[in-house]
Structure formats: C-alpha cells, structure tokens
Nanobody
Framework: QVQLVESGGGLVQPGGSLRLSCAASKIILSIYKVHWYRQAPGKQRELVAFITGIGSTNYADSVKGRFTISRDNAKNTVYLQMNNLKSEDTAVYYC?????????WGQGTQVTVSS
C-alpha cells in the first residue's frame, strides 16, 4: 500500500521559515510528479507546487520566490522549503501523487503563521 507521510509543520511567526517533508513508502517518488497542496479553513484545496520526475518545478503565483520544492532520491522524500511566511499561508499542507488511476494523499501537516 502506497503511503505518503507529511511532517514539518508547526507554528511560525510572519517572516519565518519551515521545511515540510513528504516521505513515501511502497513507491519511488522520483519517477512521479509529486504535488504539494494546501487547504485553509473554509477554502478549497489549492495547488502550491509540484516537481516532475525529471525535476521540473512549478509554483502557484502566491508562493513564487518564497517556496522551493525539491526531492532527495536517496531518502525517497520530497520537500517544500517555505520562507518569508505570511498569515495567508496558514493551512493544512498535503503531498499528493497520481499513479495508475489512483490519487494518493498524505494525512497533512498543519502550518500556522501567526504572531
């Protein structure tokens, strides 16, 4: 059974940084397009960033220049480095991939940006 496990969330002040991790089991992340999504209270889930199998990346306009997605193939983990965090980044962050007709999601990790 494919498993995605997010970690690294927490409470941070505006302007601070966090690094989220998405660790996978029973699947090799490096051959799939892996996404980070987030969902704030009362809002729809939105795509934050993704990284493809060949390492191409893409970001939502709201996080460009502040967030960086990367992958460590040896650790089979995808990261989301988040800098200069703002209150509007507060959300539950999920990693996701699509394989053989199935959407796989982690359990999410809460990020709260507040002073």
């Amino acid at each position: 059974q494919v498993q995605l496990v997010e970690s690294g969330g927490g409470l941070v002040q505006p302007g601070g940084s966090l690094r989220l991790s998405c660790a996978a089991s029973k699947i090799i992340l490096s051959i799939y397009k892996v996404h980070w999504y987030r969902q704030a209270p009362g809002k729809q889930r939105e795509l934050v960033a993704f990284i493809t199998g060949i390492g191409s990346t893409n970001y939502a306009d709201s996080v460009k220049g502040r967030f960086t997605i990367s992958r460590d193939n040896a650790k089979n983990t995808v990261y989301l480095q988040m800098n200069n965090l703002k209150s509007e980044d507060t959300a539950v962050y999920y990693c996701n991939l699509f394989k053989s007709g199935i959407d796989y999601w982690g359990q999410g990790t809460q990020v709260t940006v507040s002073s």
